[in-house]
């Protein structure tokens, strides 16, 4: 189970609607669908949830590495 601290009341509404959606498509319409601040807070949460699922991976394939290193900063 992944869990971020520190997130605000908006920013943990917004991190349950994105666990329900399926799919980027559905992530990228839900964007749009928010006002300029919300959305970039979404993009945050999106951000960190993405850190926090790298950061639970302990051992990787090669192939995992080469996809994933694409995302790292």
């Known amino acids: 189970m992944i869990t971020i ?4 009341q908006r920013q943990k509404a917004i991190a349950e609607v ?5 799919g980027r498509d ?3 319409s839900f964007l ?4 300029k601040a ?3 807070d979404a ?3 999106i951000e960190m949830m993405i850190a926090a699922t790298l950061d639970e991976v302990e051992t990787i394939d ?4 080469r996809v994933i290193d694409k995302y790292r900063n």
């Open 26 to 28: 559905q992530v990228e």
């Open 38 to 40: 919300t959305r970039r």
């Open 5 to 8: 601290e520190g997130l605000t």
């Open 32 to 35: 749009k669908s928010l006002e």
């Open 62 to 65: 090669p192939e995992t590495v």
């Open 18 to 22: 994105l666990w329900m959606i399926n």
């Open 43 to 45: 993009e945050i949460v």
